[in-house]
T-cell receptor, first 115, second 114 residues
Framework: GESVGLHLPTLSVQEGDNSIINCAYS??????FIWYKQESGKGPQFIID?????DKRQGQRVTVLLNKTVKHLSLQIAATQPGDSAVYFC??????????????FGQGTILTVHP | SAVISQKPSRDICQRGTSLTIQCQVD?????MFWYRQQPGQSLTLIAT?????????ESGFVIDKFPISRPNLTFSTLTVSNMSPEDSSIYLC???????????FGPGTRLTVT
């Protein structure tokens, strides 16, 4: 079936390093890909999204890359800070049809930033 | 971004009872969703709740077990009925912003069934 998954379940980095979190997806019909950050005891927080017709999008300290050829999505965090420690989820969304608005989530990557 | 609140934030319930979770948004939104997140796992969509229509449920979730109300554009409830320990999870409400189409989540309701 359709799925969105992650290559690495955990990632540990030193403060100030750049972090790269990866995600593989299988549904080539997805229209949007979104990254969420979930801190302990909180709901997922929207970080950034990218449309399927783009290959790169930048935000504040974050960049999302989309490679549709290999169905791969990544989130790059520059100058990682201890406050970035959280679980990161990728999700896909369809923009139309009966699946409109529904998010399919990947398994999550635990990012730990060491001071 | 939309500000979403949920009540209760957590509860411990006896098996066989029911719990109704409330979701309140600070702005009017068309689409609201309910997700479940089991301990240490990812999120799974339970149902989509749009105002003025019946909720639509995902495979594995049924209305008798998870009845949903959506009386207006800022509020929804999810009831977890006839609870069992397997229902212990975090239940999250989310909304899609009508302007940006970005989807935001509430803080979740942590449910423990004993």
């Amino acid at each position: 079936g359709e799925s969105v998954g992650l290559h690495l379940p955990t990632l540990s980095v030193q403060e100030g390093d750049n972090s790269i979190i990866n995600c593989a997806y299988s549904n080539s019909a997805s229209d949007y890909f979104i990254w969420y950050k979930q801190e302990s005891g909180k709901g997922p927080q929207f970080i950034i999204d990218i449309r399927s017709n783009m290959d790169k999008r930048q935000g504040q300290r974050v960049t999302v890359l989309l490679n549709k050829t290999v169905k791969h999505l990544s989130l790059q965090i520059a100058a990682t800070q201890p406050g970035d420690s959280a679980v990161y989820f990728c999700a896909e969304k369809r923009a139309g049809g009966t699946s409109y608005g529904k998010l399919t989530f990947g398994q999550g990557t635990i990012l730990t930033v060491h001071p | 971004s939309a500000v979403i609140s949920q009540k209760p934030s957590r509860d411990i319930c006896q098996r066989g009872t029911s719990l109704t979770i409330q979701c309140q948004v600070d702005s009017q939104v068309t689409m609201m969703f309910w997700y479940r997140q089991q301990p240490g796992q990812s999120l799974t969509l339970i149902a989509t709740a749009n105002q003025g229509s019946e909720a639509t449920y995902e495979s594995g979730f049924v209305i008798d077990k998870f009845p949903i109300s959506r009386p207006n554009l800022t509020f929804s409830t999810l009831t977890v009925s006839n609870m069992s320990p397997e229902d212990s999870s975090i239940y999250l409400c989310s909304v899609e912003d009508d302007s940006t189409y970005e989807q935001y989540f509430g803080p979740g309701t942590r449910l423990t069934v004993t």
